[in-house]
């Protein structure tokens, strides 16, 4: 059964009431789908992007079931781990507003700052936890986090909180919640690390899938600029001439890349400011909040802004670098597709990320719109080989070697984290 408004779905008054001053009318579909399950006290596993509105699938439910059996004890009865600190902020944020007339009270937890406000909070009394596992992880051997009454878990965005390295946190957290409980998984995507660990704390789960990860794309004009990648930073201030491009959000790959791309743009007069995992957490909030406000058009960020980063009206993305990660591109355009709106993603690529246009093409099963650049540049493959206009053919294995047969060495460290 689908619901075409909240007050279908048998939320409690206050959270109706939270819901129209918030000017929420009509459940997204992940939200019609979900709270219906989640009120019955069933756990869910959901697949679901950013920008489909699963964080209200689960903050109202949670706030529902809190508001309805009420304690006089403050101990944390429900816990949220997102992967990232603005994610977790954001989820906070969206407490705050949902449960503005419940009385309710919650606390953000991360790393890369003072730990004492978030244990003075604790102290005080909180119902509901959102964390990042590590500082939470912290505070609960330390002795400050009490997590043996918590009835209720969300996992936000497993898939990224596995590929940040932190599922043994997540598990030894687990270990320390009550076996009775009730248990949510959100993920963008399935891979097999992420099914085993929803097997792992799911009871007989209700699946809900909407938006395939594919599908977002359909609301985006994608466009593609082939271009020298010493051209890219000309060419970039070039576009922005255009106020059409009022709200961008700018990706590299790198976090140093990050850096000097903002820096150009600075002194190109274009006010913008950088967003990456080395940045403190006070410094990323300033550049989140400035961007949201439009003191700076233009926010340039590695892919820790391409998932759990919730502003409205960014009218384009443009992909300064191309992800070497097909998927990731998909999380990236979504920043300028929020709640169905509609927006433009506009890719440079130069020569040697023509295998990468290649994998991101074949995940979305379109191409992109060529708007720079020769179109005859794209990367063709047949078989075994790969063909490169102008350029002689050369067996794909070949790939790694260098002349006269040298080979390159692999990497020591394998992959590299750098958002």
């Excluded at 779905?9 to 819901?19: C, T």
């Excluded at 007989?204 to 599908?215: F, Y």
């Amino acid at each position: 059964m689908t619901h075409t408004t909240f007050d279908g779905l048998g939320l409690a008054e206050p959270l109706l009431r939270a819901l129209h001053a918030e000017k929420h009318s009509t459940p997204t579909p992940i939200q019609a789908q979900a709270i219906p399950h989640l009120l019955d006290g069933q756990d869910l596993l959901g697949i679901a992007q950013t920008g489909t509105g699963k964080t209200a699938a689960f903050t109202l439910p949670i706030l529902h079931a809190l508001a309805e059996t009420r304690q006089k004890s403050r101990t944390p009865r429900a816990l949220i781990l997102a992967p990232t600190r603005e994610l977790a902020v954001q989820i906070g944020e969206r407490l705050g507003a949902y449960g503005q007339f419940t009385g309710l009270r919650h606390v953000v937890i991360f790393g890369g700052v003072s730990q004492n406000p978030q244990v003075r909070a604790l102290q005080r009394g909180v119902d509901i936890v959102v964390a990042t596992p590590g500082r939470l992880l912290d505070l609960h051997q330390q002795g400050h986090a009490r997590l043996d009454r918590v009835s209720m878990l969300v996992l936000d965005e497993a898939d990224r909180m596995l590929d940040m390295g932190f599922v043994r946190d997540v598990r030894k957290i687990v270990a320390a919640l009550p076996a009775e409980r009730q248990s949510l998984l959100f993920s963008a995507t399935m891979p097999k690390d992420v099914a085993r660990l929803a097997q792992e704390i799911l009871h007989n789960p209700v699946r809900v899938e909407v938006t395939p990860e594919v599908v977002t794309v359909d609301r985006i004009d994608q466009r593609v600029h082939f271009v020298e990648a010493s051209a890219k930073r000309a060419l970039l201030v070039r576009m922005l001439d255009d106020p059409e491009l009022s709200r961008v959000i700018v990706f590299t790959r790198t976090k140093h890349g990050a850096n000097r791309v903002a820096e150009q743009l600075e002194k190109a007069g274009i006010p913008a400011d950088a967003l990456h995992g080395n940045k403190s957490q006070n410094a990323r909030q300033r550049a989140l909040d400035s961007f949201r406000s439009g003191d700076i058009r233009v926010l340039v960020a590695t892919d820790i802004a391409a998932r759990g980063i919730d502003v409205a009206q960014v009218t384009h993305v443009i992909n300064f670098e191309l992800p070497n990660v097909a998927e990731s591109y998909v999380h990236r355009i979504g920043r300028t597709a929020r709640a169905g709106a509609e927006g433009i993603a506009i890719s440079f690529c130069d020569p040697s990320e023509r295998g990468f246009l290649r994998d991101i093409e074949r995940l979305t099963k379109r191409p992109m719109t060529v708007v720079g650049g020769k179109a005859d540049e794209r990367v063709e493959t047949s078989g075994n080989v790969t063909r490169f206009p102008g350029k002689s053919e050369r067996p794909a294995d070949n790939a790694g070697k260098l002349p006269g047969n040298r080979r390159r060495r692999p990497r020591r460290n394998g992959t590299r984290r750098v958002a």
